[in-house]
Nanobody
Framework: QVQLVESGGGLVQAGGSLRLSCAASPRTFSSYAMGWFRQAPGKERECVTAMSWSGGRTYYADSVKGRFTISRDNAKNTVFLQMNSLKPEDTAKYYC?????????????????????WGQGTQVTVSS
């Protein structure tokens, strides 16, 4: 059974950076499309960024384009979210998600229902 564990969240001042990590098991991680979502209090969960299994296709929400970068290290079974120039509106709980029911997909996925495995989330708080 696939498990995802996020880490790297915390409190940072506006303009600062954080790098979130999502460690996955088992080894078939490299064949999964992955995504990062976030949910702020009182708001719906939204897709921040997503990537195909190979990393050849990526998506970024307009609100984070140019500031956030998704990447993966298949040797370490880990996907990363590098967040730069953070803003108070980036404050949310961040979740990584894996699509394990379709391996080696050349697409990225933007909707919650398209992912079948989720991590527990990590809180990111950006102070002004």
């Amino acid at each position: 059974q696939v498990q995802l564990v996020e880490s790297g969240g915390g409190l940072v001042q506006a303009g600062g950076s954080l790098r979130l990590s999502c460690a996955a098991s088992p080894r078939t991680f490299s064949s999964y499309a992955m995504g990062w979502f976030r949910q702020a209090p009182g708001k719906e969960r939204e897709c921040v960024t997503a990537m195909s299994w190979s990393g050849g296709r990526t998506y970024y929400a307009d609100s984070v384009k140019g500031r956030f970068t998704i990447s993966r290290d298949n040797a370490k079974n880990t996907v990363f979210l590098q967040m730069n120039s953070l803003k108070p509106e980036d404050t949310a709980k961040y979740y990584c998600a894996a699509k394990t029911d379709r391996l080696y997909s050349g697409s990225y996925y933007l909707r919650e229902y398209e992912y079948n495995v989720w991590g527990q989330g990590t809180q990111v708080t950006v102070s002004s």
